[in-house]
């Protein structure tokens, strides 16, 4: 059983960053795709971005520029660096290791 785990999230005002961190157990985490989704308050959960094993990476037009995924298989962990967040990316943020979800998310409010 992989187990997932999201962190990082927080209260930022508007153009301000944040970095949210996700861990994944396993011993093959180098070949997961991680991914990265998002459900804000009365919405369905979307897509965000995602790095493939081999590193290639695909974004959400709407994070496009503005979001930067990357991985780090040592430690096991992957990353959303989110840079200009603007109130429409308050959401929480869930992450997966292929099919795996962690559940729990990380709530990133973005306010003034």
């Known amino acids: 059983q992989v187990q997932v785990a999201e962190s990082g999230g927080g209260w930022v005002q508007p153009g301000g960053s944040l970095r949210l961190s996700c861990t994944a157990s396993g011993t093959y985490f180098s070949l997961y795709t991680m991914r990265w989704y998002r459900q804000a308050p009365g919405k369905q959960r979307e897509f965000v971005a995602h790095i493939f094993e081999n590193l290639n990476t695909k974004y959400a037009d709407s994070v496009k520029g503005r979001f930067i995924i990357s991985r780090d298989n040592d430690k096991k962990e992957a990353y959303l660096q989110m840079n200009n967040l603007t109130p429409e990316d308050t959401a929480v943020y869930y992450c997966?290791?292929?099919?795996?979800?962690g559940g729990q998310g990380t709530q990133v409010t973005v306010s003034s």
């Open positions: 997966s290791a292929d099919d795996h979800f």
